[in-house]
């Protein structure tokens, strides 16, 4: 799927790694979410369920958060679903915060 570098100290590698699932590595923010939408749009658009990943994400801020909210709505709207996994403590936290835990189904691999 690529690296997406916007601009220096903003990058966001988006990588599929088969079964439908998408790790996200690096900075989900306003300078990398548009990005994001359009390349895991086309997997949730298909009406399946798609993983992202998201241990490796070190950041993410509310522009993130809008971005996987939209995502998930296109996923739920296509007859599929989105599903988190393994997020960072600072990426769970920040769902905590928002009671995004609640909107997401998040998995752990251990």
Do not use: H, Y
Not at 6 to 25: F, K, N, S, Y
Request: some cysteine.
């Amino acid at each position: 799927m690529g690296n997406v570098t916007v601009e220096p100290g903003t990058q966001l590698d988006v990588e599929a790694v088969g079964g439908g699932m998408i790790r996200l590595c690096g900075e989900l923010d306003i300078r990398t979410c548009v990005k994001l939408e359009q390349v895991v749009g086309i997997a949730v658009d298909e009406g399946r369920r798609v993983v992202l990943d998201l241990s490796e994400l070190t950041f993410c801020d509310s522009t993130g958060l809008a971005g996987l909210v939209r995502l998930n709505k296109r996923a739920i709207t296509a007859g599929g679903d989105l599903v988190l996994r393994d997020p960072t403590p600072r990426v769970q936290t920040l769902l905590g915060l928002t009671g995004l835990d609640r909107l997401f189904t998040i998995e752990t691999s251990a």
